[in-house]
């Protein structure tokens, strides 16, 4: 089977969105955690952007040596010097290039001819190749440029040394079948370039950045870049996590594997949001607090008879901690009882009635049934019950 390489750029391209600033050693504790999710690349910063981004870029190159860790740059001269000067004491460096490509960009952006763009791509690639074991170029805004300049400086950035290229979607504005198309023509117009993956990089403006992503994959790509919760510019990167619970329930159809240790998305997830004070919204997949909560009572009690009725992966399989059955007014009687009995309560069939009875009307006007709430319950139902005949309460601990 093969593999698709993860490249994390939640320290890049995550943390240039607002309130993702972090400092330096919050980015080292973020990138530890980034090698042990098994993150295959891990982009550090950019290094040209200011010197605290240098700074942070050299510390995690001298720190991590668990991954390749790249630094983003411009295809111009100041950019990569100081790419280069925060990735120099990397064990595994990648120099990360890029200019836009797209007519758009290149008219108003850059004030630059097609041609213009092409000779500095080709001319700092091959200034970075001699200094730097690996080098990545993107071009910017790739899914909005002339599919044929786009084969043309794919063609270019190879020659030139470039032996990962990636076609990002930088605006969130293709489709999946017309991302994938992209790829399939890139790689079909591609001299003889074996050596050269391809790679991903979406954005979410249309929600699609995790769908673009996984059509990418069926096209032929074999690096995706992505980012912990989906943080990104805008409306944010691919999510790691969906993306990877994506490729692994569904491995029947993507038929591709990844490093990536499932068991650690929910603790990065969680780190990110601490580090951050940013929390995901909770129907967030995969990490989000309802991603694995189930309240109505159909669900509940499908779950307690078995989990793959409404679950398609098993919480403890992306480190959630357990999934929560959520006592609410749309619960049913069997989600008590369990709950109860996980409590140490074992009821008889009157004492759940009644506890029951109470906990809908609490639940009715529109609050959730806490632990404590149940506790309080249960022990109001049994003081109100006359005393049994023999001694013994019935339950396990209580
Ligand atoms: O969105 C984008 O195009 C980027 C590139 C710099 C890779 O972030
Ligand atoms: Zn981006």
Redesign the pocket.
Known sequence: MDTVQIFDTTLR?GEQSPGFSMNREETLRLAYQIVELGADVLEAGFPIASPGDLEATRAVAAEIKGCRVAA?ARAVQADVDAALKGLEPAAKPRLHL?LATSDLHLKYKLRATREEAFDRIVKMIRFGKARCEEVEF?A??ASRTDIDFLCQVVNGAAEAGATII?L?D?VGYSTPAEYAEMFRTVRARLGNHPEVVLSA?C?DDLGLAVANSLAAIEAGVRQIECTINGIG?RAGNASLEELIVALHVRQNHYRVETHINLEKLYPASRLLSQITGIGVPPNKAVVGANAFAHEAGIHQDGILKNPLTYEIIVPEKVGVPARKLVLGKHSGRNAFRARLAELGYDTTDSELGECYRMAMSRADSGKEIRDRDLIDIIHRVRRQAPAPAAAGSGDATH
């Open positions: 391209d983003l890029f993107s910017e805004d990636n990002p930088t990089h954005h510019e």
